[in-house]
T-cell receptor, first 113, second 112 residues
Framework: DTAVSQTPKYLVTQMGNDKSIKCEQN?????MYWYKQDSKKFLKIMFS???????INETVPNRFSPKSPDKAHLNLHINSLELGDSAVYFC????????????FGQGTRLTVV | GQNIDQPTEMTATEGAIVQINCTYQ??????LFWYQQHAGEAPTFLSY????GLEEKGRFSSFLSRSKGYSYLLLKELQMKDSASYLC?????????????FGTGTRLKVLA
């Protein structure tokens, strides 16, 4: 019954590698997001997709490339990982219209060594 | 630009009442949300205001004044399990799309 699910939950990798994080939502929402939460717990929006189309790209390095094969999935691929990419990445989804909150996945803790 | 401010940390006693304030400056305001986040977990939705006034949900209430760019979350009858971070978020609407902009969060410690 998981609403927004991400895999993997933990990811440890070396600098320079390429990795992907997957996200799926079964809520029927049309908008999905990626957020990054750093060590100071600040939750910063990275991308937003609406019906598979990129809507928001918040000045994220182009090493980060989101892909939305359909409106229930939003994956995040990261090339040439750097130490500063270590953080918790949250996927979220929401429905358009008023009175709608965003639902978050459980997060992926990425550690670059 | 966007600017959302909350106190970094607060401490309160079990059974007490605590008010967490949030001020914001944003364009395209489309609602003010409060989330709770326990350590190592995802943020979970608590409360939402789009119009001025107070919204009450059990032990939690949230207030909004759009003219002042101000909101607060009120937690009553505090319990130990309420120890968590509380995130204030503004939803912005631009050309029919939405994004949720978060404050830095307030870490609340509830003491016995």
């Amino acid at each position: 019954d998981t609403a927004v699910s991400q895999t993997p939950k933990y990811l440890v990798t070396q600098m320079g590698n390429d990795k992907s994080i997957k996200c799926e939502q079964n809520l029927g929402h049309d908008t999905m997001y990626w957020y990054k939460q750093d060590s100071k717990k600040f939750l910063k929006i990275m991308f937003s997709y609406n019906n598979k189309e990129l809507i928001i790209n918040e000045t994220v390095p182009n090493r980060f490339s989101p892909k939305s094969p359909d409106k229930a999935h939003l994956n995040l691929h990261i090339n040439s990982l750097e130490l500063g990419d270590s953080a918790v990445y949250f996927c979220a989804s929401s429905r358009s219209g008023l009175n709608t909150e965003a639902f978050f996945g459980q997060g992926t803790r990425l550690t670059v060594v | 630009g966007q600017n959302i401010d909350q106190p970094t940390e607060m401490t309160a006693t079990e059974g007490a009442i605590v008010q967490i304030n949030c001020t914001y400056q944003t364009s395209g305001f489309n609602g003010l949300f409060w989330y709770q986040q326990h350590a190592g977990e995802a943020p979970t939705f608590l409360s939402y205001n789009v119009l001025d006034g107070l919204e009450e949900k059990g032990r939690f209430s949230s207030f909004l004044s759009r003219s002042k760019g101000y909101s607060y979350l009120l937690l009553k009858e505090l319990q130990m399990k309420d120890s968590a971070s509380y995130l204030c978020a503004v939803r912005e609407s631009t050309s029919g799309t939405y994004k949720y902009i978060f404050g830095t969060g307030t870490r609340l410690k509830v003491l016995a």
